[in-house]
């Protein structure tokens, strides 16, 4: 049973999980009960994603890499295309030149 994930937490686990069950495949989630135990390691050391058919482990990773850029994409800074400004995410035009942010 191959370890195809680490999660930052058990949301993101659960998010992975339900995108491998979506996609036909079964996995578990480790160590979500060891979180409030131990204090001293990250939590990424912690929790982990394992793909119970190790067959479908191409396609697993193919579903996770997915996950991880749909997730990375609304969330990254953008940058000005008239004045190349950085800006925030949160922010939908640029804050320098009032240029409304680019369709991704
Ligand atoms: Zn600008």
Same mark, same amino acid.
């Given at each position: 049973?191959?370890?195809?994930?680490?999660?930052?937490?058990? @949301?993101?686990?659960?998010? @992975?999980?339900?995108?491998?069950?979506?996609?036909?495949? +079964?996995?578990?989630?480790?160590?979500?009960?060891?979180?409030? &135990?131990?204090?001293?390691?990250?939590?990424?050391?912690?929790?982990? @994603?394992?793909?119970?058919?190790?067959?479908?482990?191409?396609?697993?990773?193919?579903?996770? +890499?997915?996950? +991880?850029?749909?997730?990375?994409?609304?969330?990254?800074?953008?940058?000005c &295309?008239?004045?190349?400004?950085?800006?925030?995410?949160?922010?939908?035009?640029c804050?320098?030149?009032?240029?409304?942010?680019?369709? @991704?």
């Amino acid at each position: 049973m191959p370890l195809i994930y680490r999660a930052a937490n058990m @949301v993101e686990a659960q998010l @992975v999980v339900d995108e491998l069950q979506s996609g036909g495949m +079964e996995a578990h989630i480790t160590g979500s009960y060891l979180s409030g &135990a131990i204090g001293e390691l990250p939590p990424s050391d912690v929790i982990g @994603v394992w793909l119970l058919q190790e067959r479908h482990t191409d396609r697993a990773r193919e579903i996770i +890499e997915d996950f +991880e850029a749909s997730r990375k994409l609304p969330a990254a800074d953008w940058q000005c &295309a008239q004045c190349s400004e950085p800006v925030g995410r949160e922010f939908g035009a640029c804050w320098n030149c009032g240029t409304s942010k680019p369709f @991704v």
